[in-house]
C-alpha cells in the first residue's frame, strides 16, 4: 500500500500540469479552512507549527504553506540546524513574518541572539505579532532593509503579502536601508554564526555592506541567487558568488550542505527560467581574509 502511494505521488508530481492541480487543490483547502473556522477573507487565526505560535491568514501563500506544512522553505530550516550552534548568533535579512526567525531563535536559545531585519510595515508589524505569541527575548527587530548604503529611498508601493488568488495589494511607503557592518558598530556582537538572506535581488549590494561583518566572523550564509531577468539573471549570481569566492567561501547545497566543485556547478545547478535559487555559502577552514 505504501509503495503504491509512492509511485502515485511521484507520477503526480511528473504530471505537465501539476502546478495548475497544485492551485486548485489548496484553494479548495483553503476554502474548507476557511469555512470551517468561520473566517472572513483575510481574517487570521493563531496556529501551532511544530511548537511554534504563528498568526496564520489561510490566504497568503507562505501562511497557508506553513498552516499544510509546519514549514516554511525547508531545505533553509535544515540549513540552520545543521549550522546554527547553541548559544549562537543569527541574522536574518528580510524576516518577512518571522517563521525562519522562530526557528533561529529556538536553535540559539535563550543564551544565543536572533537579529531580524524586515523593512515593510505590513510585514513587520506582521513579524512583531508573531515574535509577541512566543517566549523568544533573544530576537531583536530592526525595520530597516540591508544593502550598501544608509538613506531612505523615495515612497513607492510595496507589496502587502502573497495572494494565493494572485490578487496584488501594495500600500505606498519610504523603506529605510542600511548596512550590516553599520548596525552592528552600534549593537556590537562578538560572534555571527549563521545570516540567511533572502532580499529579492538586493543579495548583493547585502554581501556588500557586509564585508567587514564577513572578513571578521566567517559565517555561513544561506541567500538568493539567480534574481533578475532570465536575460541576466546568470550573470547577476555569477557577480555575487566571485564576490562572496574573494573572501575565502565555497558553495553548497541547501539542506544537505553537498559541496559545489566551484562556480560554474553552482550556476548549471540553477534551474532554466526560474526567478531564484538559494546557495550555502560557507568559508573554508582555516582561511583568513585581509580587511
Known amino acids: 500500500m505504501r509503495n503504491a502511494a509512492l509511485l502515485a505521488f511521484d507520477l503526480y508530481r511528473r504530471l505537465p ?5 497544485d492551485a486548485i ?11 470551517r473556522r468561520g473566517l472572513r ?9 511544530q511548537g511554534l505560535r504563528m498568526n496564520i491568514d489561510i490566504d497568503q501563500r507562505i501562511d497557508s504553506r506553513i498552516y499544510f506544512t509546519g514549514t516554511w522553505e525547508p531545505e533553509t530550516v535544515e540549513t540552520a540546524r545543521r549550522l546554527l550552534p547553541q548559544g549562537g548568533v543569527a541574522i536574518d535579512v528580510g524576516a518577512n513574518i518571522g517563521f ?12 544565543g541572539r536572533v537579529i531580524a531585519f524586515e523593512p515593510a510595515d505590513w510585514t513587520y508589524a506582521r513579524l512583531q505579532a508573531n515574535l509577541a505569541l512566543n517566549a523568544v527575548p533573544q530576537v531583536t527587530t530592526v525595520q530597516a532593509g540591508l544593502s550598501d548604503t544608509e538613506e531612505t529611498c523615495p515612497p513607492a508601493d510595496i507589496p502587502v503579502g502573497y495572494r494565493l488568488d494572485g490578487r496584488v495589494e501594495t ?3 519610504a523603506i529605510r536601508l542600511a548596512t550590516l557592518d553599520a548596525y552592528l558598530a552600534q549593537d556590537p556582537v562578538t560572534r555571527v554564526d549563521f545570516i540567511k538572506c533572502d532580499t529579492d535581488g ?18 555561513a550564509i544561506d541567500l538568493e541567487l539567480y534574481q533578475g531577468t532570465p536575460s541576466d539573471s546568470r550573470e547577476v549570481a555569477e557577480r555575487l558568488l566571485r564576490l562572496l569566492a574573494t573572501l575565502g567561501y565555497g558553495f553548497h547545497r541547501p539542506g ?23 546557495v550555502v555559502a560557507i568559508a573554508a577552514a582555516g582561511t583568513t581574509v585581509p580587511g
Do not use: K
Open 256 to 278: 544537505d550542505l553537498q559541496a559545489y566543485a566551484g562556480i560554474a556547478a553552482v550556476l548549471d545547478a540553477l534551474p532554466p527560467g526560474q526567478r531564484a535559487a538559494n
Open 202 to 219: 538586493f543579495e548583493t549590494r547585502v554581501v556588500q555592506g557586509a564585508m567587514d561583518t564577513l572578513r571578521r566572523f566567517r559565517p
Open 25 to 35: 487543490v489548496v484553494r479548495v483547502l483553503v476554502r474548507g479552512v476557511r469555512l
Open 17 to 21: 500540469f501539476r502546478a495548475v492541480l
Open 100 to 111: 525562519v526567525t522562530l526557528v533561529m531563535a529556538r536553535l540559539v536559545g535563550p543564551t
Open 41 to 49: 477573507r483575510g481574517e487570521m487565526f493563531v496556529h501551532d507549527a
Open 171 to 173: 500600500r505606498r511607503q
